[in-house]
């Protein structure tokens, strides 16, 4: 995991266990977590079940502060100028109750599963309303996914696998 974004991940760990908030770590870092590959990403993604669980206030507390909201998400930055990204998709809220927790420096990190990660890459891939660059990153995590563990492949719905199949 990029060395970055740590501070700001153990804090937002540290919060939401505190407030009781059911969540998990997803794009760029999750894919971090799951491979020894490098993957560089700006900021960390979270799926909560609900944006109005987000413990804002102790978020101000601890220095972060909300820069914007939108349809499905809530940013923000953090220590460091760490951009954080809160999402409410309704789609990760399984993948959130089956999420792993992994220790970073003695505090619980929750994050979503390798397969898990790996549907939710190809679904981004595959959104027209996103733009070509990010789908095409998207595919390409998940192709790396199944490079790296191709028993991915054996859980994937034929149309998921016809994704990856016609992925550039």
């Not at 971090?32 to 990403?41: A, K, L």
């Not at 804002?56 to 909300?66: P, Q, S």
């Not at 927790?101 to 929750?110: Q, W, Y």
Request: no cysteine; hydrophobic share 40%; aromatic share 4%.
């Amino acid at each position: 995991m990029d060395g970055s974004k740590r501070a700001a991940l153990i804090e937002l760990a540290r919060i939401l266990a505190e407030a009781r908030v059911p969540y998990a770590v997803i794009g760029g870092v999750a894919l971090q977590i799951h491979q020894s590959d490098p993957r560089t990403t700006i900021d960390i993604d979270l799926a909560v079940l609900a944006r109005d669980q987000i413990p804002r206030e102790h978020l101000r507390k601890a220095g972060f502060r909300l820069t914007g909201t939108f349809a499905n998400s809530e940013n923000w930055i953090g220590p460091e100028q760490t951009p954080v990204q809160f999402t409410d998709d309704a789609t990760l809220a399984v993948a959130i109750g089956r999420a792993q927790e992994i220790s970073v420096e003695s505090v619980k990190l929750r994050v979503i599963g390798k397969f898990d990660l790996l549907r939710e890459k190809l679904r981004a891939g595959s959104d027209p309303a996103r733009r070509r660059s990010k789908r095409l990153q998207d595919l390409a995590d998940a192709h790396s996914l199944v490079e790296g563990d191709a028993t991915l492949l054996d859980r994937l719905t034929d149309a998921e696998k016809k994704i990856l199949d016609t992925a550039p």
